[in-house]
């Protein structure tokens, strides 16, 4: 990839962001990374600082950095947080959309774009599909995104990740898990974990892989369309707790408040994605090894 290539990367101090800025760098982008606090440092991207919610920072930064691509990943994205301040998730996830994009369309409408929507949007059509704020936030941002491709011609793609996993810190349910027990083998913690429901079930697909995946959709991605970004495959939280035993010699306890068998059809999975190109790399076994071998690193 030609250094004259720039990308920006909104989000980039967040568990997926850190990831993107490594792979991008490492893929021969020239790499801006936006972020809104003072803790992040990484010495292969440019830094800048700036409040997507303020559409003239927004403006200002578009002009300033002049990317060929964006990735969008910023936003808010926890289900908690928006049912207590659900005017804040719309502005994180739809205003600071609305913001870039339609600065882009002034400024470089050529940039190709990616945004990072969500496997908990719903469906527009059936009301009662809607169960909580994040989601609708999450949902009017794809439309917002789609719209704005449709009504200026811009070129935007839109990524529909399932749940992530990998090295880093991350409040997903396996580094949660894997966490614990690395607080357990160090006798920081009681040989106890805890789950409401074992028997619950979610697509797992490795941070890196999705990380890979956007690369695939800034260059082969089709305006206007959604790509799943999945494994294909449930997989219950039991699973995933058996992998992590099998990794460690703590012998803990698993305590559950609920053992109701959950049954979810998986989506379609990524068939989309894989008709362009993208392959995953890394294997459930191979995640759940670097998240706790993450933790061992990190809590000593």
């Known amino acids: 990839m030609n250094q004259r290539h720039r990308l ?5 101090s967040g568990f997926t962001g850190q990831h993107a800025c490594k792979h991008f760098v490492k893929a021969g982008f020239d790499v801006t990374a936006i972020i809104n606090n003072n803790t992040y440092k990484n010495n292969d991207v440019r830094i800048e600082r700036s409040d997507l919610t303020n559409k003239d920072e927004v403006n200002h ?13 910023a936003g808010q994205n926890h289900v908690g947080q928006s049912w207590i301040d659900p005017i804040s998730s719309l502005e994180a996830n739809t205003l600071s959309t609305a913001y870039i994009i339609d600065a882009l369309r002034q400024e470089n409408p050529n940039c190709k774009i990616v945004v990072a929507g969500s496997a908990l949007q719903f469906n527009p059509a059936n009301m009662s599909t809607l169960t909580h704020p994040y989601s609708l936030s999450k949902t009017l941002q794809v439309l917002i995104a ?6 200026y011609n811009l070129h935007i793609v839109i990524a529909k990740p399932s749940n992530l996993i990998g090295p880093g810190f991350s409040n997903g349910v396996c580094s949660i898990f894997a966490k614990k027990i ?7 913690a009681d040989k106890v974990l805890e789950v409401n429901n ?3 079930q979610r697509d797992f697909i490795d941070v890196r892989d999705a990380v890979s995946a956007y690369e695939t959709l800034l260059l082969k991605g089709k305006s206007e369309e959604i790509y799943e970004i999945s494994s294909g495959k449930n997989r219950s939280l039991k699973e995933i707790i ?12 698993l305590r559950s408040l609920s053992n109701e068998i959950v049954e979810q059809t998986a989506e379609a999975g990524p068939v989309k994605l ?14 759940l090894l670097d998240i706790l071998n993450f933790y061992r690193r990190n809590l000593k």
């Open 274 to 287: 894989v008709k362009i190109g993208w392959k995953p790399a890394y294997s459930l076994e191979t995640s």
């Open 198 to 200: 074992p028997n619950v």
């Open 242 to 253: 058996n992998g992590l035993k099998s990794l460690t010699t703590v012998n803990f306890e």
């Open 182 to 188: 690395a607080d357990m083998e160090m006798n920081k």
């Open 61 to 73: 930064l578009i002009k300033k950095v002049k990317p060929h691509y964006l990735l969008h990943l």
């Open 146 to 151: 789609q719209s704005w491709a449709v009504l």
């Open 8 to 12: 920006l990367i909104t989000g980039a």
